[in-house]
C-alpha cells in the first residue's frame, strides 16, 4: 500500500519535471521571439520544485536509493548490520515526524493567513501541503523499514528483544542529547558543543544511515540544546520547504535530465568512436581516446560516476581487445570519469554556488580550462606512460582521412547542446534556469531526431532525474538543518579567525585545507563532502583574500582527485563493477599516473589562477 502511494507520488513529481521543461523553453521562446514572456514562470518554478522534491522522496527510500556511506560497514555481519539498520531507521524516523508535524502545522498557518505569490497570487499553502504529503509518506516508508529491520533483528540475532532493547535505549541516548549534555558538572561552550555534534554527525554517518536525515537530525538537536526548542521546531516546519522551493537549484533536475536524455540518446558511444578514429593509431591513442570521450559526456551529464560507468562499458572492452595493459585501461576510465564534475554543467558546482552564495554561471564559466586542462594532461600522461613501456598501449588500426571526417558526424549534436547550453549562459542569453530548461528540450530533439529515444526511455529519464534530485534534495535539506547547528555553534567563525592567526603563510592554509579535501573524497561521494565543509572553510578562504569561485574550482578538483585515490578512491569501487575481471590493486597501479597528473594540474591552478577566473571575468 505505501509503495502504491509513493510510486503514484513519483508519478506526479515525473510530469511536473516534464511540465518544467516546457514551461521554461516556452517563456525563452515567447520572450525572445515574441517579446511576450510568460509572467511568473519562475513563481511557478518554484511552485513546481517542491512536487519535484517532496513527491519523490519516498518512493526513492522505497527503492533504497537516498545516499548513504557503506565504506566501514558493508563487510560487517548480518546481525550487527541488522541492529545497525533498525537503529538508522528508528533516528529517521524520528526527525521525519517532527518534520512532518511541523510542516503541516506551517501549512495550517499559512491557509489561515491567506499568504499568495507576489505575482501570480498563488496561495502559499497549497505548496506546504504538498511538502507534508511527500513528508508523511517518506515518514510511513521509514516506519515500514523500521519495523522490516526490527523483523531482521529477532531473524539474525540469538537475543533479539535485548538488541531491540539496546536500539531503544541508544536511540533515547541520542534523542536525549540536549538533556542529557545539560547535566554535565560544567556549562560547556558553544564550540565544545559544535565539535561533538560533528563528531557524533560524523559516527552517524559511517554507521551507514542516510546522509540527509543525519544531518537534520544532529542539526535540530545541536540547535534546540544552543537555543531552544521552539526555535528548533521552527527550523523544521520552514527550512525544508525553502530549501525544495529554491529557483536557483532547479537547474538540478534539468541539467540531469538533459545527461540523461543524452545517455539514452548513446552520444556517449558516438563520440568515443569520434575520438578513437583520430587518434587511435597513436600509441595509447585507445586510453587517449576514452580521456576526450570522457570530457565530451562529461560536457552533458555533470556526474563523474555515471561518465566512468558509460564509457567503461564502451571503452573498456576495446581496449582489452586491442591488447592494452589492464591497469592503464581501467586508469583512464576511473580518471577519466572524474572529468564530469568538473565541465559543465556540474551539479557539485550548482550545490557550492548555493552553499557559497555564488554565481552558478560564473562557476560554470570557471570550470571550462580547469576541465579541458586535465583532459590535455590525461592525455600527456598517458603518451608518456606508452611511451616508457609500449607494450602497455599498442598502436591501433589506422583509418583514412575521409573515415575521420565522416566520424566527426557523430558529434554535432553533442557540441551543438554544449554550445547552446554553456555558449548562452556566457553569452547572457539565458539563466542558469533557463539554459538547463532549454538544454533538457533540446537533448530531448536530438534523441528523437537520432531515433534513439522512445516513450520507454523517455520515462525512465524523466524517473531517474526526480529520484536522483530526491537524492540530493534530502542531503542539502538536512544540511540547511546542520547549517543553522554550525551557526551558532560559531565553529566558523572561531575556525576562520584561529587559521587566518597562524604563523604560516596563507598559501599553506589553503593546502592544508585542499588536503583534506582529498581525504573526504576518498572516503565518500563528493556531495556530502561539498555540503559539510564549505559552510566551514569558506570564511576561511574569505579571510584570507581568495576568491571564492577560484577556491570552488579547487574544492571540486579535490574532492574529484579523492574519487579515485588509494586505498578507498569511490570512481574505483564503481568501475569495478564493470571490469569485474581486473583486481583492484591492477586498477589502482593504472591510476598513479593520472594522479600525477592532477598534482600538477591543481599546482596550475594554485599558482595561476587566471586558469579558472578568466572566462567569468569575460562573461557577460
Not at 21 to 31: A, E, G, K
Amino acid at each position: 500500500m505505501v509503495s502504491s502511494v509513493a510510486h503514484g507520488l513519483m508519478i506526479v513529481a515525473r510530469v511536473v519535471v516534464a511540465l518544467m521543461v516546457i514551461l521554461i523553453t516556452s517563456d525563452v521562446i515567447l520572450r525572445y521571439f515574441f517579446n511576450r514572456p510568460i509572467a511568473g514562470s519562475y513563481e511557478l518554478i518554484e511552485f513546481m520544485m517542491v512536487f519535484v522534491v517532496f513527491l519523490g522522496l519516498a518512493f526513492t527510500q522505497v527503492r533504497k536509493g537516498h545516499l548513504c556511506i557503506n565504506l566501514f560497514t558493508k563487510n560487517l555481519s548480518a546481525q550487527t548490520m541488522a541492529v545497525l539498520n533498525s537503529l538508522s531507521y528508528l533516528l529517521c524516523l524520528a526527525i521525519f515526524v517532527l518534520i512532518s508535524w511541523r510542516l503541516a502545522i506551517t501549512a495550517g498557518s499559512e491557509f489561515r493567513n491567506g499568504s499568495v505569490s507576489t505575482v501570480l497570487n498563488i496561495p502559499i499553502w497549497i505548496s506546504y501541503w504538498v511538502t507534508v504529503a511527500g513528508s508523511v509518506t517518506l515518514t510511513i516508508v521509514f516506519l515500514a523499514d523500521f519495523l522490516q529491520a526490527a523483523l531482521e533483528v529477532t531473524r539474525q540475532c540469538r537475543r533479539p528483544f535485548l538488541w531491540l532493547f539496546i536500539d531503544l535505549a541508544l536511540f533515547l541516548v541520542i534523542a536525549g542529547f540536549p538533556f542529557w549534555f545539560g547535566w554535565l558538572p560544567f556549562e560547556p561552550s558553544r564550540p565544545l558543543i559544535g565539535v561533538f555534534g560533528i563528531v557524533f554527525m560524523l559516527l552517524l554517518l559511517f554507521s551507514s544511515m542516510p546522509i540527509g536525515p543525519v544531518m537534520a537530525l544532529v542539526g535540530f538537536l545541536g540547535f534546540a540544546f544552543l537555543v531552544k526548542w521552539d526555535p528548533a521546531l521552527a527550523i523544521l516546519g520552514k527550512s525544508p520547504f525553502r530549501t525544495a522551493s529554491s529557483q536557483s537549484l532547479s537547474t538540478i533536475p534539468l541539467f540531469m535530465l538533459m545527461g540523461l536524455f543524452c545517455y539514452h540518446s548513446e552520444v556517449s558511444s558516438e563520440i568515443f568512436h569520434t575520438v578513437r578514429t583520430w587518434m587511435g593509431r597513436i600509441r595509447g591513442g585507445l586510453a587517449m581516446s576514452t580521456v576526450g570521450a570522457c570530457a565530451g559526456f562529461a560536457a552533458v551529464s555533470g556526474s563523474s560516476m555515471a561518465t566512468a560507468v558509460t564509457m567503461g562499458t564502451i571503452a573498456l572492452p576495446e581496449m582489452k581487445k586491442h591488447g592494452y595493459d589492464d591497469g592503464l585501461a581501467c586508469g583512464s576510465v576511473a580518471s577519466g570519469g572524474s572529468i564530469g564534475i568538473l565541465i559543465p554543467p556540474s551539479v557539485p558546482f550548482i550545490i557550492y554556488a548555493s552553499l557559497s552564495e555564488q554565481s552558478i554561471g560564473a562557476l560554470f564559466m570557471a570550470g571550462v580550462f580547469p576541465g579541458l586542462l586535465e583532459a590535455l594532461l590525461y592525455i600527456i600522461a598517458i603518451y608518456i606512460v606508452c611511451t616508457l613501456n609500449p607494450s602497455y598501449g599498442p598502436k591501433g588500426p589506422a583509418t583514412t582521412f575521409r573515415e575521420k571526417i565522416v566520424s566527426l558526424k557523430g558529434t554535432w549534436g553533442i557540441l551543438l547542446l554544449f554550445a547552446l547550453v554553456i555558449g548562452g549562459i556566457y553569452l547572457g542569453i539565458f539563466t542558469p534556469t533557463e539554459a538547463a530548461g532549454v538544454g533538457a528540450f533540446a537533448a530531448l530533439l536530438m534523441g528523437l531526431f537520432k531515433r534513439k529515444l522512445t516513450w520507454h526511455k523517455i520515462l525512465i529519464c524523466l524517473a531517474d532525474a526526480t529520484r536522483n534530485t530526491s537524492v540530493l534534495f534530502l542531503m542539502l535539506i538536512g544540511a540547511n538543518i546542520f547549517g543553522y547547528f554550525l551557526t551558532m555553534s560559531q565553529i566558523p567563525t572561531l575556525l576562520a579567525d584561529f587559521i587566518v592567526g597562524l604563523p604560516i603563510p596563507s598559501a599553506m592554509t589553503i593546502w592544508l585545507i585542499l588536503f583534506v579535501y582529498i581525504i573526504l573524497g576518498a572516503i565518500m561521494p563528493i556531495m556530502p563532502a561539498i555540503i559539510l565543509t564549505v559552510p566551514v572553510f569558506l570564511p576561511v578562504v574569505e579571510m584570507l583574500g581568495y576568491s571564492p569561485i577560484w577556491f570552488g574550482v579547487l574544492v571540486v578538483t579535490m574532492a574529484e582527485i579523492g574519487q579515485v585515490t588509494p586505498p578507498v578512491g569511490i570512481n574505483v569501487f564503481v568501475l569495478s563493477s564493470v571490469a569485474k575481471d581486473v583486481a583492484l590493486n591492477k586498477i589502482y597501479k593504472g591510476i598513479v599516473p593520472f594522479i600525477l597528473a592532477d598534482v600538477v594540474r591543481v599546482i596550475l591552478i594554485f599558482f595561476f589562477p587566471a586558469i579558472a577566473l578568466w572566462l567569468p571575468s569575460v562573461m557577460k
